[in-house]
Structure formats: C-alpha cells, structure tokens
Nanobody
C-alpha cells in the first residue's frame, strides 16, 4: 500500500558527507512519522533520526551535530544529511514511515520500510 525507496548511499572517506533520500508512494493520506534506521551485520537495527508531523526531532547521541533529518517540499520525500562521517557510521540505512492510508483503505494505518541503502565510510 505504501512503498519507500531510499537512494544516496555509497562509499565515502572519513570526514566526508552523504545525503540520503527516501521517497514515499502509494495510498498515502498522511505521513505522521518518518525515520532513518541503520543496521550492521550481527547487530539489531537502531534508530538514527526521527521526525514527526509536529516537527519534533530525535537523534541518537552518536550522530547529534553531524546528521540532519528533514522533509522535502513535496512532503513525500525525507532526507538524511550526514556530515563528518566516521567508519562506525558504516551500515545499511533504512527509511521508515507511518501514517494513515487514503480513501482506498478508509480508517487504516500503515507502517512501512524501504529496502535500505548501503553507506560505507572508509579510507
């Protein structure tokens, strides 16, 4: 019902920057929460940053001051600007969104994940 597609990952040197994008499509009435998670092999997926419809933002401590989450003018696009990247930021980054479905699915909510984009920070 709702699809999320991430892009923008890649290989970057320590100290470099990347900007991830997530585009949502489908039977969307509202997007109430968007977030970026990351996961490395053998570890649980962890929340990196989250933004809700009231403008409240959460960042995990390790990325504060380096990462910025934002919504695009089209509102169905979410970004994660990552700066001063460190090797420990290497992971697969996943986009997450939750909200309400449109009239195709009245009174139904959704929570959806993208397939992920690889970010590798290495010299």
């Amino acid at each position: 019902q709702v699809q999320l597609v991430e892009s923008g990952g890649g290989l970057v040197q320590p100290g470099g920057s990347l900007k991830l994008s997530c585009v949502a499509s489908g039977s969307i009435f509202s997007i109430n929460v968007v977030g970026w998670y990351r996961q490395t092999p053998g570890k649980e997926r962890e929340l990196v940053a989250e933004l809700d419809s009231d403008g409240r933002i959460y960042y995990r401590d390790s990325v504060k001051g380096r990462f910025t989450i934002s919504r695009g003018n089209a509102q169905n696009t979410t970004y994660l600007q990552m700066s001063s990247l460190k090797p420990e930021d290497t992971a697969v980054y996943y986009c997450y969104a939750e909200g309400a479905l449109n009239s195709d699915y009245p009174n139904e909510d959704y929570d959806s994940w993208g397939l992920g984009t690889q970010v590798t920070v290495s010299s």
